[in-house]
Nanobody, 115 residues
Framework: VQLQAFGGGFVQPGRSLRLSCAAS????????MGWYRQAPGKQRELVAH???????RYSDSVEGRFTISRDAAKNTVYLQMNSLQFEDTAVYFC??????????WGRGTLVTVSS
């Protein structure tokens, strides 16, 4: 499985941004896809994930502001980020997990929230 992330960039506080992650390869073995982020000097943390059945999970810090969704036809997962805050500045990583696949990481994409 290969993961290619799109989006990211510079945005002002309160604005929105959308990240995309397209999966290719052995996608049928993917059970969960999600986004993690790593801020400078901090550990990588889960932002949100979505299962193949459509169940979602969010970190407390983004609940109500971020929405994860997927387009099965495009093998793509989206992270809609609204009401961005300075604390959301981080490198965001797409992740895929499958019980027969293991864990796969995409390249990170930087999101910078600044005025």
């Amino acid at each position: 499985v290969q993961l290619q992330a799109f989006g990211g960039g510079f945005v002002q506080p309160g604005r929105s941004l959308r990240l995309s992650c397209a999966a290719s390869g052995d996608i049928f073995n993917i059970n969960v896809m999600g986004w993690y982020r790593q801020a400078p000097g901090k550990q990588r943390e889960l932002v949100a994930h979505i299962t193949s059945g459509g169940s979602t999970r969010y970190s407390d810090s983004v609940e109500g502001r971020f929405t994860i969704s997927r387009d099965a036809a495009k093998n793509t997962v989206y992270l809609q980020m609204n009401s961005l805050q300075f604390e959301d500045t981080a490198v965001y990583f797409c992740n895929a997990f499958g019980y027969d696949l293991g864990e796969v990481w995409g390249r990170g994409t930087l999101v910078t929230v600044s005025s």
